[in-house]
């Protein structure tokens, strides 16, 4: 079949259109060449007479149906221009997709909008996986180049180039970002981070709002990044390429300057920035020209400050970037200095002295303004040895100080780049290779274009020369591997275009020669161009204009250009003042100083010397740039280049939006076109022979095997394509020119319409043979209808009349029967109601006898009792008059007795002498006790005085807490201290009463409790009332409604206990993350710790050995939340440490171990108090002492006596609750006052929280005063009870100097093979049996190390088998043990069992650092199986055959073909299939069962490896357009149908481990489902319920049929499911991919360890510990 034969009716072909550039059409007959016309029908409906004058003018054929929407541009049958574009508006439009692969070429088209395709998890979708097996991303191509340098060991590139708004440096970006993350998470260094800050900087100083791109970048840069020998990234270093200093001092309309001068004015009100004295942009003239100074969505203030963050990142320090600031401030200032004309002819100009713009300037630089403001306007010349100064005229002057501008910002911008390169040098060497990302303006062409455009096309000049050679050299290369017999293919070179500018009498090379002459212009080297290129030697892509004589065109590759001579030496010269740079070099600033003095070998400053006619230049812009773009060539050549080309759809930045003018225009300047035409030219299409075999099989004769496709493949062809130039045969591929893949389905179509008719004619006669059996069948069945149907009615007529009679005396019977039951139901009635009225009658009767008695007997004992106290007050006042009366006669007896006394004395003279001595040596010792008593009465009132001044300043606090107002200070006066004393006094008897009122209260409710009991039974009895709605008041929670359900009640539980789990799974979450987060700086420090140590080893430092390590190993740190739920995986077995005990992450390791001081407690209580510190006020440990014994008591004695109470009311309650179900099904309501009771019921109870909410406030008080200093052990109300002081038998004794050798032997140097054949938890065991003999022997300091110690141990233990599956389970198990036993016999622990007994030592950190160290091991190998799963999953569950009957299932239809640097698929090796993926699941469940380890602990670590596996699959589903069809759902589906049964074989279903696989089993269900109809849809929507809306529309968009009997799914049916989605309360997450990296928390099972004794033990000779003795 020849091509003619193609242009037949039906077939569709592209004629050129004014807008659309290319419409389809489709013919309406034959092409006859004897007419020359071709009759079309368009898209419209419209009938066209195409004219044909040549069989080269007949239009392009449209490509089939099966190749619509490729992914790749080269795997088209048609390869054309027309092809192509189609193909991109179908994926941009239709389906969203954004990238699209052209060979070895990634199209981008910007969509103007926020895609979610750059997430972590899209990133780990892409890692590790096959550029041709995943969709077009720009990720795929830096994985790609990745892998193929960590593979081949060579360096690599990727090249960006396109339009400015085509998101260019957004691809660059992402492609950095990709290495970033890939690169560096590994191995946690800072080097990644450093190179992604390195984007916000140059994007502020190097991007600017241009008309088509609000972030364009106005330089052209090639990042290198570095990577080790482990492929991680070690360093990056930068090139920039001509940036546009023209922006500094002009922008066009609607366009900014660059992004650094809108962030400082838009911060210019910060205190750190007013000396720069910044005004807003709209009074600068460098940032106002365009008008524009604003961009919507863009945050200046945000972005400076991210600015600035990066900054800091890469080491500039805050001064430094003060000064960067001030030169850019001053470049603003200097643009506003005003230059004025003088002269006669204006040829002279002045600056005013008072200018205040250039003071402005002058002092932010440091230099002297009134020299600026001369050289401005002047200029020194040096005429024959001597040096005249000229005035410029004021149009040069502001030339001058435009270019003082421009060239202050160039140095400002190389130092930046210099700055960040330093940064970014790698620190461990040179990178062993690395991968470049050229981020370089497209090509331009636009009205007017000058020196700038002039050398961007010239770099995409020689950029193109490169893509044409090595796309040309891959071709090659594939047809060498597949042993072609092939012609070479002639491509068109640029090599004369590129020779017409860097040539020698080039443009360039004339440019330079003009610039060195003395009066150089435009105009003159323009007329030499023509010369030289016009008349002397004509070039073919050179022209001159017709209207213009100060212009030339150059014919590039992409388009024919225009360039306007007018400042092209000014741009290529780029000329600045010597005098002027003299200036900035002597600058007071530093900064600016260093930018200029490194002037000499960066800039292009020109000395206006005259001398001997001659003067002495710099190097020109021009030679700058070929000398750096040759560089980059070289660069670009000895790597392996990848390329991304960027399309700009539209110019109106709408978002999906596609212009074909502009896309074609991009798609012929970018080379995507050339590609296309390279790969035309040879055989641009490709397929396996299997895949051939698969499609054609209908064109093959002979037995139908595929084991014999190569051989049936070439017999066949010769018969269907008798050109054999039109195909080649390779090794593993048939070749095809363009076009014969059309010719093949035209082939197969006519092949399937021929067997299609005899198929029917074979249909039609079985139909028409069928229909007539059926007729007769029919006649035959309506005669016996019909007899059957007489015979029915007689007997009808018959059981009528019969059926009369019955009904009839029914009838009878049912009235007198109802007439019967309304009399008895209404004297039921009545009886009941007289009945219940007199047993109300008698209940009320009892009331009221009840409260008589009640009233007498209280009035009685009042009576009683004021007889009773009338009495006592008679007798005690007579007892007064009594003992008066006594007194006075006493009184009387002493004075007779005095008087007596002196008669003795006048008796007794001569003893007076001796009395008065005795009285004198009485009198001494009278003074000195007194002076003691006195001395003694002041210690004991000082001592008073400070517990009063305490309890003061502790009852302040108190009242600070309820009452926030700032504390006034400890007042010193008797009287203030009197009156708080008072104050306590009286709170603690408001406590009294209040406690005594809760047990009148309680004795209340007990009464009334009773009286509800005896009605409830009363009511149970008589069958009255129903009580759901008192049901419903009892719980306070749930009382929402008078008439809510027990469903409803129980689903309010259910939600509440849902939503604390929630909380409760999200603390461990972050709790269990921090772990995982320390683990990682844990191994970075070892990391470093290792470098330092090969550097010490140098110098002759020794290294520690590991056994001296394992004590001074830090303990992992504890971290407990401050919310009552505990976050620890284990069960709450231990008391929750106190909030202010938690230690972060990162802290150091003796801040957290370090003891409490009482003034750290204090200042803790303060603040958990909200009070200010006060620095006067000192507490110590003995003033403490005083005020916990005054207050413990009260509040202890009240809490406990609250929670009784509390508990006992619970108890009453749930009493009634229970009695109240009981009769709930009898009818009724129950009585206003029982109503009224439960309402005073419920206040009770909340106002019991209540108190019970602030008692905990002060038992808080208490356990910190606790802390301070604890309670004496003499104290009788001390709650603690004393820890048990049993001896524990069936210990084992370890020596402390054995304690090492025991660690190295159970732990540090335990084999793996010796390890797995010891009984489960053999270590832990003699670990803690001999803990337990140390803690016996009352050594704690000896204890807590030793604990501390095989700790360490272990943590070592798991770092040294961090890849060992088995040692790591192994130690899980071990850990858990350890810690389960640790806990239980914890001292803290309470425990009610007499057979454990407690530690004598706290042990509390060292079990939370065993918690912390199993989550580690947990962590740890799912890392270990995680590793091994991650090359499995995929192929396991998405490619494996398990299903080899299966039609379409031994091959895939995959007609992108691969790229030459992916990897071969290897003919000779085995796949991962779903046998490797449940092995290594196997091997898992096996090492865990071998430990016995538990079943709840085994359910969640396979419910996160099966999360893992969903995910991984489900995601690369959603990005391999390949797996999107029915054969390949079936597959997938019995794939997982196989991990279904495995996990539910093991007994792991139960535990939700096969609940993650939700989402792929209904993606799976997807793609088997019907997609057609409404109501398809609607099915859909409801069996897809785990699934997102993006996720379910992206598959329908990449589902593919792969055979005839389907087809794909129509826009409108995808539009339908978007709108039955938007009705779906879709409680998904908006995100297109599943988060790979989601961890769920781990949770240990409570598993009662049992008592251990040393008998139990079997422990083998082989583990040496024989120095081990029983205790």
């Known amino acids: 079949m020849g091509p003619l034969e193609l242009y037949c009716k039906g077939a569709t072909v592209w004629v050129p259109d004014e807008d659309a550039v290319w419409v389809s059409a489709q013919l309406l007959r034959d092409y006859n060449p004897e007419e020359g016309l071709l009759c079309l029908q368009l898209c419209n409906e419209q009938e066209l007479h195409y004219p044909v004058a040549s069989l080269s003018h007949l239009p392009p054929l449209g490509n089939p149906d099966i190749l619509e929407g490729e992914n790749d541009l080269t795997a088209l049958s048609f390869l054309h221009e ?176 660059y992004h650094i001068f809108y962030q400082l004015c838009s911060a210019r009100n910060y205190p750190e920035l007013r000396e720069l004295k910044l005004l807003a942009p709209e009074d600068f003239r460098y940032t106002c020209q365009g008008g524009d100074m604003h961009i919507p969505g863009t945050n200046d203030l945000a972005e400076l400050k991210r600015t600035s963050d990066s900054l800091t990142t890469l080491g500039v320090q805050a001064d430094q970037q003060m000064e960067l600031f001030r030169i850019l401030a001053a470049i603003l200032h200097l643009g506003n200095v005003k230059v004025t004309a003088s002269g006669r002819n204006s040829d002279r100009s002045y600056i005013d002295a008072g200018d205040g713009s250039l ?9 002297e303004g009134p020299q600026v403001a001369h050289w401005l306007c002047n200029r020194r010349l040096t005429v024959a040895g001597e040096t005249l100064v000229k005035p410029v005229p004021g149009q040069q002057a502001l030339e001058a100080r435009d270019a003082l501008s421009k060239h202050i910002y160039g140095q400002l911008f190389t130092w930046t780049v210099h700055r960040l390169n330093s940064a970014l040098r790698s ?47 891959l071709e090659q290369e594939e047809y060498i591997r597949e042993e072609l017999d092939w012609h070479r293919i002639e491509f068109s070179d640029n090599q004369l275009c590129i020779h017409l500018i860097e040539g020698q009498l080039g443009l360039l090379d004339l440019l330079d020669e003009e610039c060195r002459m003395p009066k150089g212009s435009d105009k003159s080297w323009v007329r030499k161009l023509y010369e030289q290129h016009l008349s002397s030697k004509p070039h073919p892509h050179f022209q001159k204009p017709r209207m213009s004589s100060s212009a030339f065109i150059v014919l590039h590759f992409a388009d024919t250009v225009q360039y306007e001579c007018q400042g092209f030496l000014d741009k290529n010269r780029d000329t600045v003042f010597e005098e002027l740079v003299n200036i900035l070099k002597a600058s007071q600033s530093e900064l600016v100083a260093e930018l200029f003095q490194q002037q000499s070998t960066s800039s292009s400053v020109t000395q206006e010397t005259i001398h001997s006619g001659r003067r002495a230049h710099k190097l020109t812009v021009g030679f700058q740039f ?8 070289d660069t670009l050549n000895s790597t392996t280049p990848h390329y991304v080309r960027c399309i700009k759809p539209n110019d109106l930045k709408e978002p999906f939006m596609f212009d074909p003018k502009r896309t074609v225009q991009q798609l012929r300047a970018c080379g995507v076109l050339e590609t296309i035409r390279i790969s035309a030219a040879g055989y641009p299409s490709r397929w396996t022979y299997e895949e051939f075999f698969t499609r054609y099989r209908v064109l093959l004769r002979g037995a139908h095997d595929q084991e014999q496709a190569q051989v049936l493949c070439r017999q066949a062809l010769p018969e269907l394509i008798p050109d054999p130039d039109q195909y080649r045969f390779g090794k593993t591929k048939v070749f095809f020119r363009a076009g014969q893949v059309a010719v093949l389905e035209r082939l197969r179509a006519e092949r399937l319409r021929v067997a299609t008719v005899i198929i029917q004619s074979w249909v039609r006669r079985w139909q028409a043979r069928i229909h007539f059996h059926r007729t007769l069948r029919a006649i035959l069945t309506i005669q016996r209808c019909t007899r059957g149907a007489l015979a029915r009615r007689l007997t009808m007529t018959m059981r009528y009349t019969h059926s009369a009679l019955i009904i009839q005396k029914t009838y009878r019977m049912i009235v007198v029967r109802q007439l019967f039951q309304v009399i008895r139901r209404a004297t039921i009635t009545i009886q009941a109601f007289t009945r219940g009225t007199l047993a109300r009658r008698r209940y009320r009767q009892l009331l009221s006898d009840r409260a008589a008695v009640l009233v007498q007997s209280r009035v009685r004992g009042w009576l009683a009792r004021r007889d009773y106290r009338r009495v006592r007050a008679a007798v005690v006042f007579m007892q007064c008059c009594v003992r008066r009366r006594a007194a006075r006669r006493e009184m009387l007896t002493l004075k007779k007795e005095a008087r007596s006394v002196e008669r003795y004395r006048e008796l007794n003279k001569g003893m007076e002498v001796k009395v008065m001595q005795l009285q004198l040596r009485l009198d001494q010792e009278v003074k000195g006790s007194t002076s003691l008593r006195e001395t003694l009465n002041a210690e004991r009132d000082a001592r008073k005085a400070e517990l009063e001044t305490l309890r003061a300043t502790l009852q302040k606090l108190q009242n600070q807490k309820l009452e926030p107002q700032p504390s006034p200070g400890i007042v010193k006066e008797a009287e203030e201290q009197r009156q708080a004393e008072e104050k306590a006094a009286q709170q603690i008897e408001k406590l009294t009463q209040e406690l005594q009122l809760l047990k009148n209260e309680r004795e209340h409710v007990m009464k009334e409790k009773e009286n509800l009991s005896a009605h409830l039974v009363t009511q149970q009895q008589t069958g009255e009332g129903r009580h759901s709605v008192c049901i419903l008041k009892i719980f306070p929670l749930c009382s929402l409604t008078d008439h809510m359900s027990a469903e409803s009640m129980q689903e309010a539980v259910l939600k509440a206990t849902t939503a604390i789990k929630r909380d409760l799974d999200e603390e461990r979450r972050k709790y269990q993350g921090l772990l995982r987060d320390f683990s990682r700086l844990e191994q970075r420090y070892d990391n470093l710790r290792e470098m330092s140590l ?46 202010e005990r938690r230690a972060s992450v990162t802290s150091p390791t003796s801040d957290r171990r370090a003891p409490w001081s009482t003034e750290q407690t204090m200042g803790l209580l303060m603040e958990s108090l909200d009070v200010a510190k006060d620095p006067t006020v000192k507490m110590k440990g003995d003033d403490l002492a005083h005020a916990y014994d005054a207050v413990r008591v009260a509040n202890k004695f009240l809490e406990n006596q609250l929670r009784s109470q509390h508990n006992q009311w619970q108890n009453e309650m749930e009493a009634l609750r229970y009695q109240l179900r009981k009769v709930s099904s009898s009818p009724g309501t129950i009585p206003q006052d029982l109503q009224d009771l439960f309402d005073a019921r419920e206040q009770e109870c909340v106002r019991l929280r209540r108190e019970l909410r602030d008692l905990k406030n002060t038992s808080t008080l208490r356990r910190l005063l606790t802390q301070v200093l604890p309670a004496p052990s003499t104290s009788h109300d001390c709650s603690f009870e004393p820890l048990k002081s049993a001896t524990v038998t069936g210990l084992l004794e370890c020596r402390k100097k054995d304690e090492g050798k025991l660690l190295k032997s159970l732990i540090t140097d335990l084999r793996g093979d010796m390890a797995l054949t010891l009984p489960p938890g053999l270590s832990a065991s003699v670990l803690f049996l001999c803990l337990r003999q140390i803690d016996q022997s009352g050594d704690q300091t000896r204890t807590r190390s030793f604990c501390s110690a095989f700790v360490s141990a272990i943590k070592v233990a798991l770092k040294k088998h961090s890849n060992d599956l088995d040692m790591t389970v192994f130690w899980l198990k071990n850990g858990c043990l350890l810690h389960d036993l640790l806990a239980q016999h914890s001292s803290k622990q309470m425990s009610d069992s007499d057979e454990i007994v407690s530690f004598l030592v706290d042990l509390s950190d060292q079990i939370r650092a065993l918690s912390d160290l199993c989550i580690q091991a947990y962590q740890q190998l799912l890392s270990i199986i995680e590793a091994r799963l991650q090359n499995v999953v995929v192929p396991a569950l998405l490619e494996s055959e398990g299903i080899s009957s299966l039609p379409g299932s031994a091959v895939k239809l995959a007609l992108s073909r691969k790229r030459a640097s992916s990897d071969p698929r290897m003919l000779g090796g085995e796949a991962p299939s779903m046998g490797s993926l449940l092995r290594e699941l196997g091997a898992l469940h096996t090492a865990m069962s071998h430990q016995a380890l538990p079943p709840e602990l085994l359910e969640q670590a396979f419910h996160q490896l099966t999360y893992l596996m969903c995910a991984s699959a489900f995601n690369s589903l959603l990005l391999r357009k390949d797996m999107c ?91 339908i499911v978007q709108g039955l989605l938007k009705e779906r309360s879709d409680s998904q997450a908006p995100q297109l991919l599943m988060d790979v990296r989601q961890v769920f928390p781990v949770t240990f099972p409570s598993v009662p360890p049992p008592n251990l004794h040393v008998d139990q033990l079997k422990i083998p000779d082989n583990l040496k510990i024989s120095f081990l003795r029983k205790a």
Not at 1108 to 1117: I, K, N, R, T
Not at 1594 to 1608: A, C, F, G
């Open 427 to 473: 620190k461990r060497g040179n990178p062993k290779s690395f991968i470049g990302v050229l981020d370089i303006y497209g090509f331009e062409t636009f009205t007017k274009n000058s020196f700038e455009q002039f050398c961007i096309n010239y770099a995409n000049e020689k950029l193109q020369q490169q893509f044409n050679r090595h796309v040309f050299h």
């Open 626 to 633: 070929r000398q750096s773009l040759q560089l980059l060539m």
């Open 1525 to 1615: 069809s029915w054969d390949r759902g079936m597959q997938i589906r019995y794939n997982v149908s196989l991990l279904e049964e495995w996990l539910r074989s093991r007994g792991l279903s139960a535990g939700g481990a096969v609940t993650p696989l939700d989402a792929l089993i209904q993606a799976v269900q997807l793609l088997q489902m019907g997609k057609k109809s409404e109501g398809d849809a609607q099915s859909l929507v409801q069996t897809c319920t785990a699934l997102s809306c993006q996720q379910i529309v992206k598959i329908l968009t990449l589902y593919t049929p792969h055979s005839d009997l389907d087809e794909r799914v129509t826009l409108n049916f995808i539009r």
């Open 82 to 257: 027309p092809a192509v574009l189609h193909n991109l508006r179908v994926r941009f439009l239709d389906y969203n997709s954004i990238y699209t692969y052209c060979g070895i070429v990634l199209v981008a088209i910007n969509p103007y909008d926020q895609l979610p395709l750059y997430g972590e998890e899209v990133i780990d979708a892409y890692s590790g996986q096959d550029m041709a097996d995943m969709e077009p991303h720009i990720f795929s191509v830096a994985e790609e180049a990745y892998r193929t340098m960590t593979r081949e060991e060579k360096n690599q590139s990727i090249i960006i180039s396109g339009e400015s708004g085509s998101g260019k440096t957004v691809s660059a970006k992402f492609t950095m970002r990709y290495f970033a993350v890939v690169g560096g998470a590994a191995q946690q260094t800072s080097v990644e981070e450093r190179v992604l800050a390195s984007n916000p900087i140059m994007e502020a100083i190097g991007n600017a709002k241009t008309i088509r791109n609000d972030n364009s970048s106005r330089f052209g840069k090639y990042i290198e990044i570095g990577f080790g020998r482990k492929g991680d990234i070690i360093g990056a270093n930068m090139r920039t390429y001509l940036l546009e200093k023209s922006r500094v001092v002009f922008q066009a309309s609607l366009e900014r300057n």
């Open 1094 to 1139: 090969l550097t010490e080893r140098t110098t002759g430092h020794r290294r520690t050995d590991s056994t001296h390590s394992l004590s001074f190993e830090p303990l992992s740190p504890s971290l407990t939340p401050l919310s009552f739920l505990s976050t620890s995986p284990f069960p709450s077995g231990l008391p929750s440490p106190e909030p």
């Open 359 to 367: 003071a402005v300037f002058s002092e932010l630089l440091g230099v």
